[in-house]
């Protein structure tokens, strides 16, 4: 893609490219982490009720501040981890996606740093660099888990204004302890951070965008927020809720962090549309999430049957996952897999660490035509 001389991007854009997994026309798409299930006919209804009761009212601004929203996300936080976030601390945007543009808006910036544990999601990078933030990753071990000493190190090294710890991570679905989250956050109350007042510590965000998939025993990092000022934990209704189409991320955090989010979001920055079919869909909670427990164990059979292939007669590398995709591997040209799997008509992701692919959990049937086309392609390559 090339952008005329003609046009004065800016120059440190010039040779960058758009985000995007492909969106390919296949039959099997497993490379974007959606839901496979679409919404029931009663969300469907109770989707269509709502916009046309709010229909009359489009030539007027939506309420920006999305009060019901809010305050149905807090109820659905209450019922989903147990802990009591008043709809106040609660805040939406257009996918987490926007959630965290708007972090590194307010607390980024130019001579800020935003730190976080590599490999992991492949968007924070950009975020930065459209908010000229400097960005700085620190290695994960080998099996993909935070070193938290490590971390805490490096943390204390670079002052950075933000941490972002994402768990489960993608793309190697890899959890980290509470405990270990809230070592970090503990830690960060001693750090000050550059270019802030000497008084301000790091925040700590933990992006839970696959919360819901996490195997039990697994805590939400929510139960920190009361005593911790300095932690913002987002999650999205794309994933488990299945509405990724709707574009609805959320966070929860302190009042100051809320707060500094009121000030750089765009005015009325969640239409009105958005606001009343994420509404329809909380109405119907339960129904949104029915597949999330079928979904945790297609990704149990799933990684347990990769484990048992073999490429060039070793056993596939599968790193366990808590979400609702599998990163495995090691492959000497991934990219060759993953053009032999989209030409059977299955779209899965080149991404991750060098040799990794990730897959992410479709219908039965789609998975059962996955693993059919892969043991073709593992063959052929033998
Ligand atoms: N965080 C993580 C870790 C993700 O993987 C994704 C989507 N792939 C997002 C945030 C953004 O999701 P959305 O904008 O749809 O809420």
Redesign the pocket.
């Known amino acids: 893609m090339a952008i005329p001389a003609t046009v004065p991007l800016r120059n440190d854009l010039l040779d960058e490219e758009p985000y995007g997994a492909p969106q390919l026309d296949v039959p099997v798409c497993l490379n ?2 959606e839901n496979p299930y679409e919404p029931s006919a009663a969300v469907i209804d109770s989707i269509v009720k709502r916009v046309r009761q709010i229909a009359s009212t489009l030539n007027r601004y939506p309420d920006r501040e999305h009060e019901q929203l809010r305050a149905a996300l807090a109820e659905y936080l209450k019922k989903e981890t147990g802990v009591d976030v008043p709809p106040s601390q609660v805040w939406a945007a257009n ?4 959630i ?1 543009l708007q972090l590194f808006q307010a607390f980024g910036g130019p001579g800020r740093t935003a730190l976080s544990f590599a490999p992991t ?1 492949s ?1 924070y990078p950009e975020y930065a660099r459209d908010t000229f933030t400097t960005w700085h990753m620190t290695s994960r071990k080998d099996d993909f888990t935070v070193d938290v000493d490590a971390g805490i190190a490096e943390i204390k090294r670079i002052q950075p204004s933000m941490v972002i710890i ?1 768990s489960p ?2 793309p190697t679905g890899t959890p980290i302890d509470v405990s270990d989250i809230e070592r970090i956050v503990a830690a960060c109350q001693h750090v000050s951070v550059a270019d802030a007042d000497e008084s301000a510590h790091p925040i700590v965000v933990v ?1 839970e ?2 919360a819901e998939f996490r195997r039990p025993g697994v805590t939400s990092a929510h139960t920190l927020l009361a005593r911790y000022d300095n932690v913002a934990v ?1 999650r ?4 488990a809720f299945a509405y ?1 189409g709707a ?3 959320y966070i929860a955090a302190s009042q100051g962090i809320i707060d500094a989010l009121r000030i750089v979001r765009m005015p009325y920055h969640l239409s009105a549309l958005t606001q009343v079919a994420a509404l329809a869909a909380l109405e119907h909670t339960d129904e949104q999430l029915s597949q999330v427990e079928h979904l945790r164990r297609t990704r149990e059979d799933t990684a347990a049957w990769l484990a048992q292939q073999k490429y060039h007669g070793h056993e596939l590398a599968v790193a366990p996952s808590d979400s609702n995709f599998i990163l495995f591997g090691r492959f000497d040209n991934r990219h060759l897999v993953f053009e032999k799997l989209l030409q059977r008509g299955v779209l899965i992701r080149e991404v991750g660490p060098d040799g990794y692919v990730r897959v992410c959990m479709g219908t039965d049937d789609e998975m059962n035509t996955f693993k059919r086309e892969l043991t073709h392609v593992l063959h052929e390559l033998d």
């Open positions: 974007v982490n996918g987490s996606n926007e965290m999601y968007m994402t991570n993608n992006d965008a696959y987002s999205t209704l794309s994933k990724a574009r609805v991320g």
